[in-house]
């Protein structure tokens, strides 16, 4: 299973970007998909995360401003960030837990390659 992140950038504080992430690969099936972030000097963190049915969880810094979601039939999860602060600023990563469909089970959890997301004053 391969993830593809995209819409990261630069925004001004404040704004709103929203990133996605696609799975790609052969049959698959995919759990709970998520985001993460690593800031310059941090550790990477949780920022959300979200169940094959839908329930999610945030970070308590990102509570009311980011909404995570996920389009099953595309296999795909978004990130929508609003009101934007310099704090946000961050490399973001998602991942995905899956399961391979086939006569030998494969349980893992892969991550997208990052997309930077710059949030200026």
């Known amino acids: 299973v391969q993830l593809q992140a995209s819409g990261g950038g630069l925004v001004q504080a404040g704004g709103s970007r929203r990133l996605s992430c696609a799975a790609s690969g052969s049959k698959f099936v995919i759990n709970d998909m998520g985001w993460y972030r690593e800031a310059p000097g941090k550790q990477r963190e949780l920022v959300a995360d979200i169940t094959s049915g839908g329930s999610t969880k945030y970070a308590d810094s990102v509570k009311g401003r980011f909404t995570i979601s996920r389009d099953n039939a595309k296999n795909t999860v978004y990130l929508q960030m609003d009101s934007l602060k310099l704090e946000d600023t961050a490399v973001y990563y998602c991942?995905?837990?899956?399961?391979?469909?086939?006569?030998?089970?494969?349980?893992?959890?892969?991550w997208g390659q990052g997309t930077l997301v710059t949030v200026s004053s």
């Open positions: 991942n995905a837990d899956y399961r391979t469909l086939g006569p030998v089970l494969v349980v893992g959890r892969a």
